[in-house]
Each structure stands twice: as structure tokens, then as C-alpha cells.
């Protein structure tokens, strides 16, 4: 085993992650694996993001459609999108967007919310190929979400479902970051902060439409944190450490 490259490889990462994903890739590395495995040696990378300008900084901006709000009662992801922040500001032509397979009935709130229907899922990709392609797609890049406990439940549970191993990467929630400059005003939903800042909001509760919306406030909000001396995302959690 000690001659297999992939011993070597988390060899080097040993005490960095879990030794519990040793096993299921020694000896059968695919393609799929080695796109993986070369996403967790660009993680190590990430804590260097602390320090870069927020109007410099390469945020992937995402948000998840699911099932309901409980994935260890078996709720499921049905949709991932996303899209790049590039020096703070937003590229339209880089985005990521994906249904994930699911055989089960759709509640029909959930129909009704996200437009997405049960035959489109049955010819979707596996959740295993989504989030693979998808972590390509974000490489080392923090993510960015609103309310981002919900999507980083999910993704966790579908990470160590599927790959198991827990997800680490960064991930800011822009419900934390953006009150800070809205200190006075109680602020919860996106909707609410696209009234705020006079953002018409489209394609509400599509996982990739949401993701472009949130990505606008971004760009909004990273000027007024600079005004209020928050520059950096290190500025930004010392501001929320205070807060609390």
C-alpha cells in the first residue's frame, strides 16, 4: 500500500483531515476521486483569503432548492446554483447550475415554490457527479450563501453520505456579514435586502437565480462594510465577535 501515490498523497495531509477518508479511495481512484482529492489539497489553501481586500476577494456566491429544511430526516438537495464573484464583481459568464437525481414525490409546496417538477429529476445526475462538478467549479474559493446554515447542513450531510468525509471549506453567511452594516434595522430575508437596496428580484427560489441576487447585494454590501472600516474578511469577524 505504501507504494500506491494516493498513500502519499494524504500521507502529507495526515492531522489535516480525516483519516477516515483514507480507505475508500486507496486502490481505486477514478477520475472522478483524483477531482476530488485535488479539491481537498486546494482547501488547505483557503485561510489565505483572511487577509485580501473584499472588493479583490474571489467569493463563489451559491444557494441550494431542497425538499424541507431537515436532511437528516431524509430531506434532499434538488438543486445547487451558483455563480463567481471576480475582484468583487460579479461574472455572468461563470455560473454553475444543476438539478440532482431524486425517484421520490415532490411535496407539492415544494413544486409550487422552486418550479421544479419530479421527471426532471429522474434524468438528472447523481448527487456524487453534482457535487464533484461543483467543487471544481468553486476550487479553493470561500463560498457565500444567505442563511448559510441551511445549505451548509446539506452539503455536509450529502458530503459524508457520499464521500465520507465533512465538508470544512469556508462558507460566510451573508445574513451575518450584512447586518453589520445595517446595525439598526431588524433585516431577514433576501427579499428584505433587495427592498433595501432597490434590487428587483427574479427567478426567487431558483437555486441559480437566487445565487445572482444575493451576488448583487454582495456587491453592494462589500462598499458599505469598507465605509464602516471593515475591508477584509478578518475585519469582518472581528466586527461579529464584538457584536456578540
Keep these: 500500500m505504501k507504494n500506491n501515490p494516493l498513500y502519499h498523497f494524504f ?3 495526515r492531522g489535516k483531515i480525516s483519516s477516515s477518508i483514507y480507505i475508500p479511495f486507496l486502490g481505486k481512484a477514478d477520475r472522478n476521486h483524483l477531482a476530488l482529492l485535488r479539491n481537498l489539497e486546494k482547501e488547505m489553501e483557503v485561510d489565505k483569503c483572511l487577509d485580501v481586500p473584499l472588493n479583490k476577494l474571489n467569493v463563489v456566491i451559491f444557494d441550494f432548492e431542497t425538499t424541507g429544511f431537515y436532511p437528516e430526516k431524509g430531506d434532499s438537495i434538488l438543486s445547487i446554483g451558483a455563480i463567481k464573484i471576480i475582484n468583487g464583481q460579479m461574472d455572468t459568464n461563470k455560473t454553475f447550475y ?4 431524486n425517484e421520490r414525490r415532490l411535496p407539492d409546496e415544494i413544486k409550487q415554490l422552486t418550479g421544479i417538477d419530479e421527471s426532471e429529476l429522474l ?7 453534482v457535487l464533484i462538478q461543483f467543487y471544481q467549479f468553486v476550487q479553493n474559493a470561500p463560498l457565500v450563501a444567505h442563511h448559510a446554515n441551511h445549505e451548509k447542513k446539506f452539503l455536509q450531510h450529502a458530503n459524508w453520505k457520499t464521500f465520507k468525509k465533512m465538508y470544512s471549506h469556508r462558507i460566510i453567511d451573508t445574513s451575518l456579514v450584512f447586518n453589520i452594516a445595517n446595525p439598526d434595522k431588524s433585516i431577514v430575508s433576501l427579499d428584505d435586502y433587495c427592498a433595501i437596496c432597490d434590487i428587483q428580484v427574479q427567478n426567487r427560489h431558483h437555486a441559480l437565480g437566487d445565487a445572482i441576487t444575493l451576488a448583487k447585494l454582495w456587491q453592494i454590501y462589500i462598499q458599505k462594510l469598507k465605509l464602516i472600516g471593515c475591508t477584509t474578511l478578518k475585519d469582518v469577524y472581528e466586527q461579529l465577535a464584538m457584536n456578540n
Excluded: E, M, T
Design 11 to 13: 500521507n502529507q495531509f
Design 98 to 101: 444543476s438539478l440532482v437525481y
Design 123 to 129: 434524468s438528472a445526475p447523481p448527487i456524487a457527479d
